[in-house]
């Protein structure tokens, strides 16, 4: 199927406090987007996250399917850990799902659409796109990894860009692909999908 590099070293900056920790409901963002993950056809997910996190830490399971791995530098942004499990991967050879981890309305249903979707088409990125937004997550044709890992690859949207057509863009029928979770009003705006009974 496909391998998920799943990005949780994010300082959180913009919140002031850590996201994927926030409450939704009886339990915090990751579990919630945990447990869709390992409900869907992903093979494999890599968390990428960073080793003094220790409170987020223990949110991560002992599962089979899951593998940590650490960005600890300094000032990690995004790229730098889709590039970090993209080095733990290297050698795997199933297309990658770059999924961020404040995404927890993504449910296993959509995640399988979009893997169905790579898997019976000849593109090689797959991105879903929700009542005309363009949304998360994108999976990458195993051939781009050394594109990621190149020093010229600055950002996702540099190879987006070199690849324009090459994706494939998926109607899906889930808000959560384009739901961000970046700043408290954004966090409001979740917690009133909740109360309408997204999860």
């Keep these: ?3 998920t590099i799943l990005l949780c070293a994010g300082q959180s900056r913009r919140m002031g406090r850590s996201k994927l920790l926030l409450p939704l409901k009886d339990k915090k963002v990751i579990d919630y987007v945990l447990f869709n993950l390992l409900n869907s056809n992903t093979t494999k997910i890599v968390v990428v996250a960073r080793k003094n996190d220790k409170e987020f830490l223990k949110h991560i399971p002992n599962h089979k399917k899951i593998e940590i791995v650490f960005n600890n530098l300094e000032n990690a942004d995004m ?3 889709v590039v970090c499990g993209t080095q733990f ?3 795997d050879t199933l297309p990658l799902m770059i999924f961020l981890g404040e995404h927890p309305l993504i449910d296993s249903k959509t995640i399988n659409i ?3 979707a790579f898997l019976n088409s000849e593109k090689r990125i797959v991105m879903p796109v929700y009542e005309g937004i363009k949304g998360h997550p994108l999976i990458l044709d195993n ?6 890992l190149s020093p010229k690859i600055r950002c996702l949207k540099d190879i987006i860009k070199k690849h324009q057509n090459e994706i494939l863009e ?3 029928d889930c808000r959560g692909v384009v739901i961000d979770l970046d700043t408290e009003e954004d966090y409001k705006k979740m917690l009133e999908e909740i109360e309408n009974g997204y999860l």
């Design 89 to 91: 991967l290297k050698k």
């Design 1 to 3: 199927m496909v391998s």
């Design 114 to 116: 979009l893997i169905d």
């Design 170 to 172: 998926v109607d899906v």
């Design 79 to 81: 790229f730098s850990s």
């Design 143 to 148: 051939s781009l990894k050394n594109e990621i």
